[in-house]
């Protein structure tokens, strides 16, 4: 059964990049079928989708971060990252990575992300000096 | 971008009781691109509904969901013990994603 595990420093510094992996077990990151996903959730607080990415590397994200973030799949490895930028207290938070079911909107083209069938366990993400 | 708001925000029931959980969009859900999650204390989401109202491979069928356009219910038919958690709505239909704020569902 396929599992998503994230990994990555649990403590990072205001102004500092937060970068996170999710490593897909009993799977293939390669498969044309998923898209794979970033989102995370404050203290208290609810859910947060950040942006998602195909195998071939087409990516969507949240405009609301996209100025800051960067995710990134590595085939060879079987993973997939996440990079944010300039860090503040307010990202502070709990990132879960996902699977995403995809859909063909129109026949020919490339598919969108769309429901999260499969969660990583998430992993606690504290922005402090 | 489209702002789901979810009620009531708090909902306590008994065991065997019926949940309604509603979802209402600041627009129209295209082609019903709206799924739900159920959320435990320290868990990861968990997709119950997808579609507005395809149930998630293993969701037993007291789930269901429902709804088109802007507005969507999630209802539990005879609750458990064990649905006591936070329930999202989200909507795929375009970015960004969006989820609701969230109901907290309490089993007395």
């Known amino acids: 059964q396929l599992q998503l595990q994230e990994s990555g420093p649990g403590l990072v510094k205001p102004s500092e990049t937060l970068s996170l992996t999710c490593t897909v077990s009993?799977?293939?990151?390669?498969?044309?079928?998923?898209?794979w996903g970033w989102i995370r959730q404050p203290p208290g607080k609810g859910l947060e989708w950040i942006g998602s990415?195909?195998?071939?590397?087409?990516?969507y994200y949240n405009p609301s971060l996209k100025s800051r973030v960067t995710i990134s799949v590595d085939t060879s490895k079987n993973h997939f990252s996440l990079k944010l930028t300039s860090v503040t207290a307010a990202d502070t938070a709990v990132y879960y990575c996902?699977?995403?079911?995809?859909?063909?909107?129109?026949?020919?083209?490339?598919?969108?992300?769309?429901?999260?069938?499969?969660w990583g366990k998430g992993t606690t993400v504290t922005v402090s000096s | 971008e489209i702002v789901l708001t979810q009620s009531p925000g708090t909902l306590s029931l008994s065991p065997g009781e019926r949940g309604t959980l509603s979802c209402r969009a600041s627009?129209?859900?295209?082609?019903?691109?709206l799924a739900w999650y159920q959320q435990k204390p320290g868990q990861a989401p968990r997709l119950l509904i997808y579609?507005?109202?395809s149930r998630a491979t293993g969701i037993p069928d007291r789930f269901s969901g429902s709804g088109s356009g802007t507005d969507f219910t999630l209802t539990i038919s005879s609750l458990e013990p064990e649905d006591s958690a936070v329930y999202y709505c989200?909507?795929?239909?375009?970015?960004?994603?969006?989820f609701g704020q969230g109901t907290k569902l309490e089993i007395k």
């Open positions: 996902a699977r995403h079911q995809i859909y063909y909107v129109v026949q020919g083209a490339p598919p969108i992300p769309i429901y999260m069938d499969v």
């Open positions: 009993d799977g293939s990151i390669s498969s044309s079928n998923y898209y």
């Open positions: 989200q909507h795929y239909g375009n970015s960004p994603r969006t």
């Open positions: 579609g507005a109202s």
């Open positions: 990415i195909y195998y071939s590397g087409s990516t």
């Open positions: 627009q129209s859900v295209s082609s019903s691109y």
